[in-house]
């Protein structure tokens, strides 16, 4: 195809017009405002997860320090190999030879984990 051929072809065959290109770009912006809320669930929906994995954790821990001692640990630094994930708030509550309980949450998540060894089941969750 030679240059003569590109500048006489047809208005319509040069590529989209502008009306074309608004329609497309308006569509795209109705599918990512639709997307957007379902973003902010999922990521809610991560967060709380990695704080039910440390709690989780955290029991682990707690079972491996009774093994070797009497008693459960009364503070998360006392337990070799534990560390909380980046922005997640778990809590000792309480601990002595036979229970404890322990607590942990992400402020961008929506519920709060509780964990208490003498309970069926340990773990519970509740929404905030």
Same mark, same amino acid.
């Given at each position: 195809?030679?240059?003569?051929?590109? !500048?006489? $072809?047809?208005? =319509? @065959?040069?590529?989209?017009?502008?009306?074309?290109? &608004?329609?497309?770009? /308006?569509?795209?912006?109705?599918?990512?405002?639709?997307?957007?809320?379902?973003?902010?669930?999922?990521?809610?929906?991560?967060?709380?997860?990695?704080?039910?994995?440390?709690?989780?954790?955290?029991?682990?821990?707690?079972? !491996?320090? $009774?093994?070797? =001692? @009497?008693?459960?640990?009364?503070?998360?630094?006392? &337990?070799?190999?534990? /560390?909380?994930?980046?922005?997640?708030?778990?809590?000792?509550?309480?601990?002595?030879?036979?229970?404890?309980?322990?607590?942990a949450s992400h402020p961008a998540g929506h519920r709060d984990f509780r964990w208490?060894?003498?309970?069926?089941p340990a773990l519970s969750s509740t929404v905030r």
């Amino acid at each position: 195809m030679n240059t003569r051929s590109l !500048l006489h $072809r047809p208005r =319509s @065959a040069r590529g989209f017009s502008l009306l074309e290109l &608004l329609v497309v770009v /308006a569509i795209l912006g109705i599918l990512i405002a639709a997307a957007l809320p379902r973003f902010g669930e999922f990521r809610a929906a991560a967060y709380d997860s990695r704080a039910q994995q440390d709690l989780r954790n955290l029991a682990a821990a707690q079972e !491996l320090y $009774r093994a070797s =001692s @009497a008693t459960y640990a009364d503070n998360a630094g006392a &337990l070799s190999g534990f /560390a909380a994930s980046e922005g997640v708030d778990v809590t000792i509550q309480g601990a002595d030879e036979t229970t404890f309980a322990a607590t942990a949450s992400h402020p961008a998540g929506h519920r709060d984990f509780r964990w208490n060894s003498g309970a069926d089941p340990a773990l519970s969750s509740t929404v905030r």
